[in-house]
């Protein structure tokens, strides 16, 4: 395919260079062939001129210098007409087929070396997303991977036992699978999103997600002493949004939580997870006791690449606002209402139902 599409521009090329060759030699014959008066020459800046758009900036010096010495030859040749006249025109040809291609050829370098920062600019971009694509992978694969390493150890464990517990190591074993599932579909949403793709939005009971990552995280929450206190709503609408975003929205809610806590006594790490209806929209509310949100934090918060923490990427928050928004919902960030200190994380989300009408 592309040998043949070469060959068809090198065909189209041959049949320019033919086309002005038969040009130059007309232009050459009127020239010589009429008065000394007749300034034919001048047209040779209109093969210069096609020569540019065709040819190499070196096949071009060469085509202006053909028809330079054309003009003088033609000048030479012709038999009649004023003399003074002929060597001013001739001159004046020379002089614009001698300008046309300087123009020119700076307009080409300069399109050129446009072109090329043009392309420059596209694989720096392209870089910077690939760059922040992988961020975005590692950081969101992080949980399922540490909950893997987690369920992998228990599993371990229960097989040491004698005699081995086969029921527990198998229930460790679901886990890893499930955890491995969702480690490869979060990397299919964040190569998604990184695409431009649009969310894979669905209706889901959105108590029953909170509760599928309360579990998911449970193994990290006991590590850190932290206690959930769920507040989940009956009767509420199902939510419509891409279910494994949502889930990755409150795993980072979670682990923001558990980090602002590390500081407080075991005895007061809580993080209050709630779900209420407000009008036709669910809210998710995650609160915590931790050490709250600072003047500079508050503006900062979902920037990319900020962080407070020796350990952090600063992309958990940046990515939940992109994920929230592109399922049409809102993040934002509060102190906490009770006057005690802790910041609370609210999302905004759609139901079905209002997606519906
Ligand atoms: N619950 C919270 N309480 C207080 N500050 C918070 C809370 N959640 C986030 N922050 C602040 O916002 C910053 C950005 O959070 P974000 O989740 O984007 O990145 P990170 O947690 O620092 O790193 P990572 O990319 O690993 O998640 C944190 O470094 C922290 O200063
Ligand atoms: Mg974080």
Redesign the pocket.
């Known amino acids: 395919m592309k040998s043949e599409l070469r060959q068809d521009s090198h065909l189209r090329r041959t049949l320019v260079l033919l086309g002005m060759v038969a040009a130059m030699a007309a232009i050459f014959a009127l020239d010589t062939l009429t008065e000394y008066a007749v300034a034919a020459a001048v047209f040779h800046t209109a093969i210069i001129l096609v020569a540019l758009r065709w040819f190499s900036p070196r096949t071009v010096i060469v085509i202006t210098g053909i028809c330079i010495v054309l003009t003088l030859a033609s000048f030479a040749l012709t038999p009649a007409g004023a003399y003074r006249t002929g060597l001013i025109n001739t001159c004046i040809s020379i002089l614009a087929i001698a300008i046309t291609a300087y123009l020119g050829l700076k307009m080409v370098t300069a399109q050129n070396a446009a072109h090329a920062a043009r392309t420059q600019l596209l694989r720096m971009t392209q870089a910077t997303s690939v760059g922040q694509l992988t ?1 975005s992978i590692a ?1 969101e694969v ?1 949980q399922p991977l540490a909950a893997i390493v987690t369920s992998g150890n228990a599993c371990q464990r229960w097989l040491a036992q004698q005699p081995p517990n086969l029921d527990k190591a198998g229930q460790a074993l679901g886990r890893i699978l499930a955890d491995a599932q969702r480690a490869s579909e979060v990397i299919v949403r964040m190569r998604g999103m990184a695409r431009g793709d649009a969310p894979h939005k669905q209706a889901f009971d959105l108590n029953e997600a909170v509760r599928e990552m309360l579990r998911l995280s449970q193994a990290e929450l006991d590590k850190r002493s932290v206690l959930v206190e769920a507040d989940l709503a009956s009767g509420l609408a199902p939510a419509f949004w891409d279910r494994v975003q949502f889930l990755q929205v409150l795993g ?2 979670l ?3 558990m ?3 590390q500081d407080v006594p075991p005895q007061r790490r809580r993080i209050g997870v709630a779900t209420q209806a407000l009008g036709q929209q669910l809210v998710l509310t ?1 609160s ?1 006791a ?5 003047p500079s ?1 508050q503006s ?10 020796s ?10 606002r992109h994920m929230a928004e592109a399922n049409g919902g809102r993040i934002w ?1 509060t102190d906490r209402e009770d006057g005690a200190s ?4 609210h999302v905004t989300m759609a139901t079905a139902a209002r997606e519906r009408a």
Not at 300 to 309: E, M, V
Not at 311 to 320: A, D, R, S, T, V
Not at 342 to 345: K, P, S
Request: proline share 0%.
């Open positions: 961020a950081h992080n980072n809610l682990l923001n939580a980090d602002a806590m995650v915590d931790g050490h709250g949100l600072s934090a900062h918060l979902f920037d990319a690449f900020w962080s407070t923490k350990q952090g990427m600063g992309l958990g928050l940046n990515i939940c960030a802790g910041a609370v994380f």
